[in-house]
């Protein structure tokens, strides 16, 4: 069953620990998306990974940042997390870069209080 | 840079009767255009994309869309609505290798 899942589902955690975020997909997809979804605000792009150790900034990566050690894995790290980045991240991947085939994974809620 | 505009925030609509979503983009080439729902507390899943060919494209669930070049628009609609439509939906656009770029949804009501 072709999928992206995300680990974990819900996470609270206090302001300045640190976040990690999990997301793996099966389908050898090259390209992976970090997401974070608010409110009035839609889902905004944080980082790309195009493959293995080749990532770059989406929208808004300002307090994010990302590790993509296999190409099934792509991680998202908040080192010493904010109240505003209290979200629900969505992890994506395609093929490849030029696919039009997205795959979303179904979200972690963080609370960082 | 790229955007995508749905003007719409809120819909409601009775069961059986038809829906219209809105959507217009801002870009400079030929994007993929996207329709995704998304249910409570779930990730979004595809309705329909387009890049070329016939502008009315079909999707999932009765689902249609149209492009419109001259328009910049790509508007969902359906014909008869049922309550499970109830969600919320998002426009998306995507120019090549930028990932996605998405409105900020419409949430749509059925009611009975």
């Known amino acids: 069953d072709m999928k992206v899942t995300q680990m974990p589902r819900y996470l609270i955690k206090r302001m300045g620990e640190n976040v990690l975020l999990e997301c793996g997909q099966d389908m050898s997809h090259e390209t992976m998306y970090w997401y974070r979804q608010d409110p009035g605000l839609g889902l905004q792009l944080i980082y790309i990974?195009?493959?293995?150790?080749?990532?770059s900034e989406g929208d808004i990566p300002k307090g994010y940042r990302v590790s993509r050690k296999k190409r099934e894995h792509f991680s998202l790290i908040l080192d010493s997390a904010k109240t505003n980045q209290t979200s629900v991240y969505f992890c994506?991947?395609?093929?490849?870069?030029?696919?039009?085939?997205?795959?979303f994974g179904s979200g972690t809620r963080l609370l960082v209080i | 840079a790229q955007s995508v505009t749905q003007p719409d925030a809120r819909v409601t609509v009775s069961e059986g009767a038809s829906l219209q979503l809105r959507c217009k983009y801002s870009?400079?080439?030929?994007?993929?255009l996207f329709w995704y729902v998304q249910y409570p507390r779930q990730g979004l899943q595809l309705l329909l994309k387009?890049?070329?060919?016939?502008?009315v494209v079909q999707g999932v669930n009765g689902f249609e869309a149209e492009f419109s070049k001259s328009n910049s628009s790509f508007h969902l609609r359906k014909a008869s609505v049922h309550w499970s439509d109830s969600a919320v939906y998002f426009c998306?656009?995507?120019?090549?290798?930028?990932?996605?770029?998405f409105g900020l949804g419409t949430r749509v009501s059925v009611f009975p």
């Open positions: 990974s195009y493959d293995v150790d080749s990532n």
């Open positions: 387009y890049y070329s060919g016939d502008p």
């Open positions: 998306a656009l995507s120019p090549y290798a930028q990932g996605l770029t």
């Open positions: 994506a991947s395609s093929p490849g870069t030029g696919s039009s085939d997205y795959t």
């Open positions: 870009y400079s080439g030929t994007p993929y």
